[in-house]
């Protein structure tokens, strides 16, 4: 079991930066693949970034490739989103994720356990 806590969001005006953090429970952590999904209103729950047990692999949807860069500290049981060149398009609630089988990081269907999410709002 693992429970997963995001913060750092808040609202931001275009161009600007946020970084978000999620902080798992639990011995294991390093046992996880983690990503970060997002959902805006009316839309559909969508994958943003993903990451590999150690890092070793990351994925991006194509619209924060550049953008938007992944990170996680196993140490500290936390995983990141540095979020810069921020878009109006970007505004969501930002959940993070853990996938147990460090299988296919870009599909929600992967991940076991989900955080309570974190609201980014981008003004333009």
């Known amino acids: 079991q693992v429970q997963l806590v995001e913060s750092g969001g808040g609202l931001v005006q275009a161009g600007g930066s946020l970084r978000l953090s999620c902080a798992a429970s639990?011995?294991?952590?390093?046992?996880?693949?983690m990503g970060w999904f997002r959902q805006a209103p009316g839309k559909d729950r969508e994958f943003v970034a993903g990451?590999?047990?150690?890092?070793?692999?990351?994925y991006y949807t194509d619209s924060v490739k550049g953008r938007f860069t992944i990170s996680r500290d196993n140490a500290k049981n936390t995983v990141y989103l540095q979020m810069n060149s921020l878009k109006p398009e970007d505004t969501a609630v930002y959940y993070c994720?853990?996938?147990?089988?460090?299988?296919?990081?870009?599909?929600?269907?992967?991940?076991?356990?989900w955080g309570q999410g974190t609201q980014v709002t981008v003004s333009s």
């Open positions: 639990g011995r294991t952590f390093s046992r996880y693949a």
């Open positions: 990451m590999s047990r150690f890092g070793g692999v990351t």
């Open positions: 994720a853990a996938n147990p089988d460090n299988s296919d990081l870009r599909n929600p269907d992967e991940y076991d356990y």
